[in-house]
């Protein structure tokens, strides 16, 4: 996994998350595994129902699994980065996802602003006292 940042504007970054067609073949396994766990098939066992079926019958549910656990990765990636201090994050877009290609998700963060502090010990304060009198109080 490799990321670069983009200036998008003077607070705000849009990061590109890579992700080579190995990792993501491996997610896709991992969801795989998952879902055969879980998936009810007549005719099968519990778990013991073959790859195909069980790709066939959710192939929509297991693409929006593999988006969400490759966007959650790219999102993390990001925010593990140094030097970079994020304010909000405002989209993650992962596109579309193929099991046997390489990806690239886009991240867009909101980040605090870089701005110089001017020297503010050369400037000197004057405070000038006031006194009270009798005459001042209303009564």
């Known amino acids: 996994m490799k ?6 504007g003077q607070a705000r970054k849009v990061a590109t998350v890579s992700f080579e067609a190995e990792e993501i073949a ?6 795989l595994r998952d879902f055969t766990k879980l998936a009810r098939i007549p005719g099968f066992r519990s778990g013991k129902a073959p790859a195909n079926v069980v790709r066939k019958q959710f ?3 297991m693409n929006e699994e593999l988006t969400r656990k490759v966007s959650s990765e790219a999102y993390e990636a990001v925010l593990e980065q140094d030097g970079l ?4 994050v405002l989209s993650v877009d992962a596109g579309d996802l193929s099991a046997d290609a390489p990806a690239k998700v886009e991240v867009t963060v ?6 110089e502090i001017p020297d503010y010990a050369a400037y000197e304060l004057h405070v000038h ?5 009798d005459e001042d109080e209303e009564g």
């Open 3 to 8: 990321v670069e940042l983009k200036d998008a």
């Open 26 to 31: 491996e997610k896709e396994k991992a969801v």
């Open 59 to 61: 192939s929509k549910e």
């Open 85 to 88: 201090r994020i304010h909000s």
């Open 110 to 115: 909101d980040v605090e602003p870089e701005f």
């Open 129 to 133: 006292g006031t006194e009270a009198k």
